[in-house]
């Protein structure tokens, strides 16, 4: 059982290219959600999506942008990267938000910007 | 403003004695609170949770603590086991926002000594 799955593990890019980082979940989740965590900054919310075919802002938006591409799958695009990207990406899901399910979370990207 | 503050950065404690950590919040609002627990390299796995209608939570050798006048939540590992060593986030949900979002403090290393 996968759980949640973020793809690609490790990446390495160059000031001003983009990316996409991909995340898919097994569990028949409604929401899905994506964070960054810095050193000493703890978990901080980027984008989620309470249910397929919505989306809406987290804490720290700026620079991302999201796509629920169908309810299993949730990826998060860097267009033009920046060295402030550089971070641990997770991707987590839950059931229907409103309810007290915790969130399940994938095991990261790991994001260097030069 | 933080939120949620998790006060000790680091704590160390010996094998079979009490772990203890806590978590500080601002807002009365709050009325969902979770316990995460991370490995190095891994995503974050939720441990125990509680809901602001209770004030104690047990489940195996991990107890959570709510005291809602103080703003103030704990856990309690008892006995601690070496595999306990992680990185621990609290995490908080607001009752007046959006169900879907949590904020989490900036985690506590816990190094349980054999």
């Known amino acids: 059982n996968a759980g949640v799955t973020q793809t690609p593990k490790f990446q390495v890019l160059k000031t001003g290219q983009s990316m996409t980082l991909q995340c898919a979940q097994d569990?028949?989740?409604?929401?899905m959600y994506w964070y960054r965590q810095d050193p000493g900054m703890g978990l901080r919310l980027i984008y989620y999506s309470a249910s397929e075919g919505t989306t809406d802002k987290g804490e720290v938006p700026n620079g991302y942008n999201v796509s629920r591409l169908n309810k299993r799958e949730f990826s998060l695009r860097l267009e033009s990267a920046a060295p402030s990207q550089t971070s641990v990406y997770f991707c987590?899901?839950?059931?229907?938000?409103?309810?007290?399910?915790?969130?399940?979370f994938g095991d990261g990207t790991r994001l260097s910007i030069l | 403003d933080q939120q949620v503050k998790q006060n000790s950065p680091s704590l160390s404690v010996q094998e079979g004695r009490i772990s203890i950590l806590n978590c500080d919040y601002t807002?009365?609002?709050?009325?969902?609170f979770l316990w995460y627990k991370k490995y190095p390299a891994e995503g974050p796995t939720f441990l125990i949770s509680?809901?602001?209608?209770?004030d104690k939570n047990e489940d195996g050798r991990f107890t959570v603590f709510l005291n809602k006048s103080a703003k103030h939540l704990s856990l309690h590992i008892v006995p601690s086991q070496p595999g306990d060593s992680a990185v621990y986030f609290c995490a908080v949900r607001d009752s007046g926002g959006s169900n879907y979002k949590l904020t989490f403090g900036k985690g506590t290393l816990l190094t349980v000594n054999p």
């Open positions: 509680i809901s602001s209608i209770k």
């Open positions: 987590a899901s839950s059931a229907v938000g409103y309810s007290n399910q915790p969130q399940h």
């Open positions: 807002n009365s609002m709050f009325d969902y």
């Open positions: 569990m028949n989740h409604n929401s």
